[in-house]
């Protein structure tokens, strides 16, 4: 990274900023039902859900299989 590019990312917009890792990575994160069954949720870099599986590991390998990088959100 160069300072030109340190000097772009300083300009972007808060949309744009969302939209980073799009297209690379996935947050999971575990969550708990309003009847206390444990899931974990499968989230876009700009923060949509877009699944809810049972387990981690399920979590884990169905983001892989989309090509994208699975992060742990806490």
Do not use: C, W
Request: zero cysteines; proline letters at 4%.
């Amino acid at each position: 990274m160069n300072d030109n590019d340190i000097e772009k990312l300083k300009r972007i917009t808060p949309q744009e900023f969302a939209l980073l890792g799009m297209q690379e990575m996935a947050y999971i994160k575990r969550v708990a039902g309003t009847d206390g069954v444990v899931g974990f949720a499968v989230h876009a870099a700009d923060g949509t859900q877009v699944a809810l599986l049972p387990d981690r590991e399920v979590a884990f390998a169905t983001v892989r299989r989309h090509e994208l990088e699975p992060l742990s959100v806490h």
